[in-house]
């Protein structure tokens, strides 16, 4: 089941910057500022990891491999999630989810392709 939709995926050179989206539909999510929404990604043959978290309160986490070039952040009243990501690396080539923690929702995924 489909529940989340992410957009903004692309090809991109080394050291380019994209801007991913995650739309939450309104009919599906009636509730959205509580949510810890989440970034991962996953490459060819790879784990889907985990890249970045962005909860209902706190701070947001990072994995270490993109800390310091990558942001996440939302609005909740649009029930969409961002994930700037800048200073893109070969090894960010990935498709990329967007995930409801602790949740059964996900994306089909938007794919990145960082050409070097």
């Known amino acids: 089941q489909v529940q989340l939709v992410e957009s903004g995926g692309g090809l991109v050179q080394a050291g380019g910057s994209l801007r991913l989206s995650c739309a939450a539909p309104r009919a599906i999510f009636s509730v959205f500022a509580p949510l810890d929404m989440a970034w991962y990604r996953q490459a060819p043959g790879q784990e889907r990891e985990l890249v970045a978290v962005s909860p209902s309160s706190g701070s947001a986490n990072y994995a270490d491999s993109v800390k310091g070039r990558f942001t996440i952040s939302r609005d909740n009243s649009r029930k969409v999630v961002h994930l700037r990501m800048s200073n893109l690396k070969a090894e960010d080539t990935a498709t990329y989810y967007c995930?409801?923690?602790?949740?059964?929702?996900w994306g089909p995924g938007t794919q990145v392709i960082v050409s070097s």
């Open positions: 995930h409801v923690e602790r949740g059964a929702a």
